[in-house]
């Protein structure tokens, strides 16, 4: 054996531990409130933070130790100081905007509480449904997803099919399948007045928790606790929106068959999935790793437990295509939506 490789791979262990206690250290900066008692505030002595986060002084103690061990503050010895930096704070210190990232550490805890019943999945078969990550699931998701799709779904990610805009602009009937808590269908509806919108998904609570942030700000949505199978079609739709979804479907074929039907004939179906690359060996980076973590741990799961095909977060552009087509969309196109995590199709039916 190398002796260097050993004491390398003994170092990568070391450091990936590290990785998981700074994201339960950062899980309570952002949930307690202090990244956003630091923001802005310079070197602050540890009775400072106690005093503007209003927490309990030895805890925060142990939380500004470790969270400076870990490099996201600095710490000034003479002074006995930490800071959060300009760069820690814009992605940390700014919930509801379009770069925070504080949700990611919420998914994080959500996903590792099912690990002992993955692990026993790994065994046995099956899987852990949907319902089974609870409210706190729906919240960690929206934590993640909401200030893009608040800030970037109808101001950009949508002008990327002009027509279906001019579309929804004049009235007409957009449909979002697996809304989850929402966003996407109070995004349409604040950007397109004139328009109908409509959000399904069969989670419950995620109808819940939709229609609590569409009441919140006086939106017109419609939500459906439904399966794409049981929606009324009407007039059908102009727009279909499935965002971070169709890697979950547990028929995946047969629900975007059931999309296609939903849709007029001329209308757009949208598909927003997490980027990864097709290739395994395009994959060796840090965001492909946490995908895959979030597959195993949750959306490959939970799509098993339904008797699915497991087809996981990293399903990539050319299987989600692959599956668009033997649904019988005759188009399926990339679109060219720059996004650090996310790519985006179009198709017709
Ligand atoms: C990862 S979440 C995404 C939620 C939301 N679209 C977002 O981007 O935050 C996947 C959602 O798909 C829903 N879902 C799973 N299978 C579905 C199906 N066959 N039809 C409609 N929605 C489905 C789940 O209930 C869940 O809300």
Redesign the pocket.
């Known amino acids: 054996m190398d002796k260097q490789l050993l004491k390398a791979a003994a170092d990568k262990i070391f450091a990936d531990m590290a990785g998981a206690m700074t994201v339960g250290l950062c899980y309570v900066g952002a949930t307690t409130g202090l990244f956003t008692a630091m923001h802005d505030k310079g070197p602050m002595a540890l009775q400072a933070v106690v005093d503007a986060s209003g927490l309990q002084p030895r805890y925060v103690e142990e939380w500004l130790k470790g969270m400076a061990c870990a490099g996201y503050l600095t710490y000034d010895p003479a002074a006995q100081t930490f800071s959060l930096p300009e760069e820690q704070a814009y992605l940390l210190a700014s919930d509801g905007t379009d770069h925070y990232m504080g949700g990611l550490f919420s998914m994080a805890t959500v996903l590792l509480k099912a690990a002992p019943r993955v692990a026993e999945a790994f065994r046995h078969g099956g899987g852990v449904p949907?319902s089974d990550f609870g409210p706190e699931g729906v919240v960690a998701?929206?934590l993640v997803?909401r200030g893009q799709y608040e800030q970037r779904f109808a101001s950009y990610w949508l002008r990327a099919l002009p027509e279906v805009v001019g579309r929804l602009e004049a009235g007409g009937r957009a449909l979002?399948?697996?809304?989850?808590?929402g966003r996407?269908c109070v995004a349409l509806a604040q950007a397109f007045p004139q328009a109908q919108i409509f959000g399904?998904?069969?989670?419950g609570e995620?109808i819940a928790q939709a229609q609590a942030a569409a009441q919140a700000v006086g939106a017109q949505v419609q939500f459906l606790a439904q399966?794409?199978g049981e929606v009324a079609r009407g007039d059908g739709f102009d727009l279909i929106t499935v965002?971070?979804?169709v890697h979950?479907?547990?028929?995946p074929v047969q629900?975007l068959q059931e999309i296609r039907r939903l849709l007029k004939p001329d209308g757009v179906l949208f598909i927003v999935e997490p980027k990864v690359a097709d290739r395994l060996e395009d994959n060796r980076n840090p965001m492909a790793t946490m995908f895959y973590g979030f597959s195993v741990f949750h959306?490959m799961t939970q799509s098993l437990a339904n008797g699915g095909p497991g087809l996981g977060t990293c399903l990539g552009p050319a299987r989600t295509g692959d599956l668009v087509r033997e649904a019988g969309f005759s188009g399926f196109e990339h679109l060219d939506i720059k996004s650090q995590s996310f790519v985006f199709h179009a198709a017709r039916p």
């Open positions: 949907f998701l929206d997803n979002d399948v697996g809304c989850g808590a996407v399904l998904d069969p989670d995620s399966t794409t965002c971070d979804c979950d479907f547990a028929a629900t959306c």
